[in-house]
Nanobody, 115 residues
Framework: QVRVKESGGGSAQAGGSLKLSCELS????????VGWYRQPPGQERGMVSTLNSDGTTSYGDYAKGRFIMSRDNAENTVYLQMNSLKTEDTALYYC?????????WGRGTLVNVSS
């Protein structure tokens, strides 16, 4: 079992920055990928970024050049640095970890970007 907990959401103005954290606990040694996903109001959830155990990352088109995903292995924590925020970045942001054959989700953290 792996527990996933997001934090760092809040309000920001367009052009500003926020840094989200995702803390993993439990049997994390089996985890091979962690990803950030977001669900804007009235829309479906989509991928923001993923980070594999070999260090490779991938980003959704709207995240490229603005968002950076990183990890602190010692703290079992991954981060999402979000820069140059836009109002359309307003969403509930989820973190999910793929561990073995299962995927574990957090409850999400809300990001609200105002103009």
């Amino acid at each position: 079992q792996v527990r996933v907990k997001e934090s760092g959401g809040g309000s920001a103005q367009a052009g500003g920055s926020l840094k989200l954290s995702c803390e993993l606990s439990g049997q994390t040694s089996r985890c091979t990928m962690v990803g950030w996903y977001r669900q804007p109001p009235g829309q479906e959830r989509g991928m923001v970024s993923t980070l594999n155990s070999d260090g490779t990352t991938s980003y959704g088109d709207y995240a490229k050049g603005r968002f950076i995903m990183s990890r602190d292995n010692a703290e079992n924590t991954v981060y999402l640095q979000m820069n140059s925020l836009k109002t359309e970045d307003t969403a509930l942001y989820y973190c999910a970890a793929v561990c073995g054959t299962r995927q574990f989700w957090g409850r999400g953290t809300l990001v609200n970007v105002s103009s």
